[in-house]
Each structure stands twice: as C-alpha cells, then as structure tokens.
C-alpha cells in the first residue's frame, strides 16, 4: 500500500494562535512538536494498516516545518516553498490512498485560524454551488488522479466541510473550536492515538472512493477588494461576476486546481505591496 499524506499545522490538537505555526513566532517550536506528533501517529497507523511507501507533503507556509530525521515508518518527506501543486504536490495515481493531517476550516467559518490558502486575499470559495475550504479545492488533485481521500483531521469544522467533496471521508476531530482563536483541545496523547486507530481504521477497512465533483467543474472566488478581481481576470477563462467575485470553470479538474494556484500566486503580488 502506497499512502500519501498532505499535512497542515492549523488543524492540530494543541495550536490556536499563528504564533504556534508561523516560523519565528515565540511558540513554533511547540507547534512543531505537535504537528510532528499527529504526523508520527498517522504513519504508525498506516504502517500498521500494510503501508508500505509513504509520503509526507508538508503543506503548511513556507512547508519545511518537519524534521525530516525524526519521521516515523521511513516516510520520505516533500519540503520546500515553492511546489506547482503546492498542498497536493507528489501526489499521483500510483497512490493507493490520500491523508488530509491538521487541515482547517475555511474562511468564512468560526472555525481555529479559519482561512482559505491566502487570508489576505481570499474571502470565500465555492465549488460547484457549495463553500469549500482547502479540502474541497486539493480533492480536485485527488479526483485526477483517482486518489481516494480517507482521513481528515482537525475541529468540527473540517470533516463536514470536506464531506461533499471526499466520499466516505472519516473525520477525526481533535479539537473543537470556541472561536477563530480558542479551541478546546483533546491532549495530544489523545489526539495521536484517535489518529493512529482512525488511520489504521480507514486503510483497513476501505470506505472512502476517490472524488467525484460534477464535470465541468465551476470555481467562484471572492477576493478582499475590486483590485485583485481585476488582476484575476488576467488570467485566461476567469470573469468578473461582482467587484470581488470571479469565476472559472474546466472540465479538468487538475486543469481547474492549477488555475486556482496561479491566481493565489498572482493576487500574493498585490498583498505585498500594501
């Protein structure tokens, strides 16, 4: 069994503060540690499930947040800042089955450090009529490549925001969201053992089929001012549908998730000159 694992850091039992998951901030390397923890407990459960080859794509900020040395079941591990398929780069359809570690909720939700890629300039996205956060835009990935995705972990946000988009997910909830900055968190002991039996779980006992949105597949992103809508529309196949709204659509999912990646890149260019 082949396993690919996607992790982010908001998601994680014990982090509510992007000074726990932001390089230099005066408690990263406690987030590190966390984050570091859920990972090792899902590579155990995986191995205990029959992985064999796992991958671990750090998909958090500048995503070299891991020790590589300290990875568990002798996961090769994907780092570095700038990745085309950024939170589902290395995936492919020689991939048995897809992790979604320590994801959030999306933007316009109370979930903890609620965002959707690039909170500076994304608002809202929606996906086929339906609000989605990152789980929702990566399962495009999956689709392409007909990648079932069978675990998510986070608050109770993110397994129910993913549920439309990853038939059969199983979401493991490790904390639950008081605010967009307060959570109450499981102990992270508690946290990594409810991963490792929900991975182990969910590899043992397939549920989950790869995604399956309707095709042609329509994206509307709501950007935070007029500017940036314009500058989208840049960008070939995307129009204008309100002064912060565009959208996109493509029968090819893959296709689809790369238009989405180029306008995030694009639109960073304005935030940094504010």
């Not at 800042?81 to 939700?109: C, I, N, Q, W």
């Not at 690039?118 to 495009?140: D, M, Q």
């Amino acid at each position: 069994m082949k396993v690919y694992i996607s992790v982010d850091a908001e998601g994680v039992a014990g982090i509510s503060d992007w000074e726990q998951c932001i390089a230099g901030g005066d408690d990263y390397p406690l987030g590190r540690d966390l984050m570091l923890g859920e990972v090792n407990a899902a590579i155990d459960g995986a191995v205990e499930a029959g992985a064999e080859q796992i991958l671990v794509n750090d998909s958090h900020s500048l995503m070299r947040n891991l020790p590589p040395g300290e990875l568990g079941g002798h996961a090769s591990y994907l780092s570095g800042r700038f990745k085309p398929l950024y939170m589902m780069e290395g995936l492919d359809a020689s991939y048995d089955v897809a992790l979604f570690l320590g994801y959030h909720a999306a933007m316009p939700t109370p979930g903890v450090l609620s965002h959707t890629y690039n909170p500076r300039a994304i608002a809202n996205v929606v996906l086929n009529g339906t609000v989605t956060g990152e789980a929702g835009i990566n399962a495009l990935v999956a689709q392409h490549h007909g990648v079932p995705v069978a675990v998510i972990t986070g608050d109770q946000y993110v397994g129910p925001e993913a549920a439309p988009f990853c038939p059969g997910i199983d979401a493991i909830e490790v904390k639950k969201s008081v605010s967009r900055y307060a959570a109450e968190h499981l102990h992270p002991h508690i946290a990594q053992q409810r991963i490792r039996e929900g991975v182990f779980r969910a590899l043992s006992e397939p549920g989950a089929g790869p995604p399956v949105l309707h095709l042609p597949a329509t994206l509307e992103v709501q950007l935070v001012s007029p500017d940036m809508a314009e500058q989208a529309t840049w960008l070939r196949g995307v129009e204008r549908v309100t002064s912060t709204t565009v959208r996109f659509e493509d029968d090819d999912p893959l296709r689809l998730y790369r238009t989405f990646m180029t306008l995030v890149f694009l639109t960073r260019s304005l935030v940094e000159t504010r």
